[in-house]
């Protein structure tokens, strides 16, 4: 992410639930979860937060400690290479912090293990020394809230999902939550965004908040270079044309991998290692980052022998799909 775009995520983040747009369910299960805890004076259970990027993850876990009034520590299960690390971080917390690890599902084993005892009895064991004259030294700490994110909640170990005592689910937005983002966002960057233009771009914004404020800047590059500065309907169709965002909002890396589904492999069934191969990407990018788009779009579907293009699929890259291809009908999960 270039430096721009940083600070401007950061400036469009929500601070409170009430700023907090869609996820209705998510938000009425995490008030209850505050309020019952505030009222009894003790910090929430730990949190999961579990779904694509840049649904909110990260704003979330910023608008729990700020609804409880405590610090936010922020860490990651890369960072947290060795047991050590995570005992640091544990040591320094103070009663009721929230400590927020983001990619949950990537800490390292020792430190998860550590992890398990931290969020169960508020209690890690460093271990000093080698072999056999090592020893484990309690260490207390202090009653904390961790919140957890992740891409991948199926990841997870089972311990460690069984210790979070509410796990969110979020769900990709739908196009009016999102046009309702854009139009926070336009009031907050100072953009004329018309109600059809936000319509436009909300509906390319694969219903995810993160990509409707990128399209919104580029878009707001283009109508103030082109044009007078308003983004109204034709103005967002023709800057989202320039930036190669199609109908459906497919970016690159979507059609790349649908176009080799469907072109190198006939469709499909094919496992989605050969697949990131074939596109030249991580597994674990096609899987968290583009399948759960593709299959909600109704695009892709994944069956036991692997990764089929649907029907819809075919059609949207300009062919006629084969007699016996798959509806993207009842295609119902998205993400475990
Ligand atoms: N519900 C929302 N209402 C308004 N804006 C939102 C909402 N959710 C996300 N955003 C916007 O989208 C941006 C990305 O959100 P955030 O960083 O919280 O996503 P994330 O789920 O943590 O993503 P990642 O998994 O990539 O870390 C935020 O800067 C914010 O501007
Ligand atoms: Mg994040």
């Known amino acids: 992410m270039v430096a721009e775009d940083r600070d401007v ?30 009222r009894r004076g003790t910090p929430p ?14 704003s979330l876990a910023m608008i729990i400690a700020a609804e409880l009034g405590t610090a936010l520590r922020l860490t990651s299960g890369p960072a947290l290479e060795r047991a050590g690390d995570l005992a640091a971080m544990l040591s320094n917390l103070v009663e009721g912090d929230v400590l927020f690890i983001d990619e949950i599902h990537r800490i390292a084993r020792p430190a998860e293990e550590m992890l398990y005892l931290a969020m169960e009895d508020f209690r890690v064991d460093v271990v000093v020394g080698k072999g056999p004259g090592a020893t484990s030294i309690p260490l207390e700490v202090a009653p904390f809230t961790l919140v957890g994110a992740t ?22 937005y739908e196009p009016a939550d999102l046009q309702l983002v854009l139009a926070r966002s336009a009031r907050i960057l100072g953009v004329d965004l018309r109600p059809e233009g936000a319509v436009e771009i909300a509906g390319r914004s ?76 991580e597994p674990a990018t096609v899987e968290e980052v583009c399948e759960p788009f593709l299959v909600r779009a109704g695009m892709l579907a994944r069956t036991p022998r692997g990764r089929v293009a649907t029907a819809a699929a075919w059609t949207h890259l300009g062919l006629v799909p084969p007699p016996d291809a798959v509806t993207g009908a009842g295609q119902a999960v998205l993400f475990d």
């Not at 700023?19 to 309020?35: A, D, N, W, Y």
């Not at 259970?45 to 990260?58: A, E, M, N, R």
């Not at 891409?151 to 990709?172: I, N």
């Open 206 to 281: 694969r219903g995810t908040p993160r990509i409707a404020n990128r399209l919104l800047r580029r878009v707001r590059d283009f109508a103030e270079v082109r044009g007078n500065g308003t983004v109204d309907r034709s103005t967002a169709r023709a800057a989202l044309a320039v930036y190669d965002v199609d109908e459906l909002g497919l970016d690159r890396l979507d059609k790349a991998v649908l176009g080799a589904l469907v072109r190198s492999f006939g469709g499909g069934p094919v496992g989605v290692s050969t697949l990131a191969v074939a596109v030249g990407e």
């Open 45 to 58: 259970d730990h949190v999961l937060l579990s779904g694509p990027p840049g649904l909110g993850k990260t």
């Open 9 to 38: 995520e950061s400036s469009l983040r929500p601070k409170d639930l009430s700023e907090f747009i869609g996820q209705h369910r998510v938000r009425e299960q995490l008030q209850l979860v505050l309020t019952g805890a505030q």
């Open 151 to 172: 891409t991948r909640s199926g990841a997870l170990t089972g311990p460690l999902r069984d210790r979070f005592g509410f796990t969110a689910h979020m769900e990709f």
